[in-house]
């Protein structure tokens, strides 16, 4: 980022918000660090350097909170997970634990057993409500 310097925050792509954004909250070396989609916008150095510092907070004992869609990410660098479903939980613990809990067959990606765990507490599909006027 550094030939961006001279750059406003609203000036730089999208990618580089995300950079920034993280640098910023990295820049006191916090204990808990909260990530939401934090690879949103990243290209693929980008990407990589984002798992490998988050490997290397958890490493050296920060406490890694992750949010995103991307399950594959969460396998890669997770060693807990929780699955929501409309905010309530279906399931936790480790991978192996909610893998052994959910998955079908040992090859079971986390995504086969996302889709078991909210398949099994699916209940009735809520009404939509009206739009307002």
Same mark, same amino acid.
């Given at each position: 980022?550094?030939?961006?310097?001279?750059?406003?925050?609203?000036?730089?792509?999208?990618?580089?918000?995300?950079?920034?954004?993280?640098?910023?909250?990295?820049?006191?070396?916090?204990?808990?660090?909260?990530?939401?989609?934090?690879?949103?916008?990243?290209?693929?150095?980008?990407?990589?350097?984002?798992?490998?510092?988050?490997?290397?907070?958890?490493?050296?004992?920060?406490?890694?909170?992750?949010?995103? !869609?991307?399950? &594959?990410? *969460? /396998?890669? %660098?997770?060693?807990?997970?929780?699955?929501?479903?409309? @905010?309530?939980?279906?399931?936790?613990?480790?991978?192996?634990?909610?893998?052994?809990?959910?998955?079908? !067959?040992?090859? &079971?990606? *986390? /995504?086969? %057993?996302?889709?078991?765990?909210?398949?099994?507490?699916? @209940?009735?599909?809520?009404?939509?409500?009206?739009?307002?006027?």
């Amino acid at each position: 980022m550094a030939d961006k310097r001279q750059l406003l925050p609203g000036e730089l792509s999208r990618g580089m918000k995300q950079k920034l954004v993280i640098a910023c909250g990295l820049l006191h070396s916090p204990a808990v660090v909260f990530f939401d989609e934090p690879l949103t916008g990243l290209d693929p150095g980008g990407i990589r350097r984002m798992k490998d510092t988050m490997r290397r907070l958890a490493r050296d004992g920060a406490a890694i909170i992750l949010s995103s !869609h991307l399950l &594959s990410l *969460l /396998e890669e %660098v997770c060693t807990h997970v929780l699955i929501l479903q409309s @905010g309530a939980k279906v399931a936790d613990g480790t991978l192996a634990d909610v893998r052994a809990r959910f998955a079908t !067959h040992p090859e &079971s990606s *986390l /995504e086969d %057993v996302f889709f078991r765990a909210t398949a099994e507490t699916a @209940g009735p599909v809520p009404p939509r409500l009206p739009p307002t006027p």
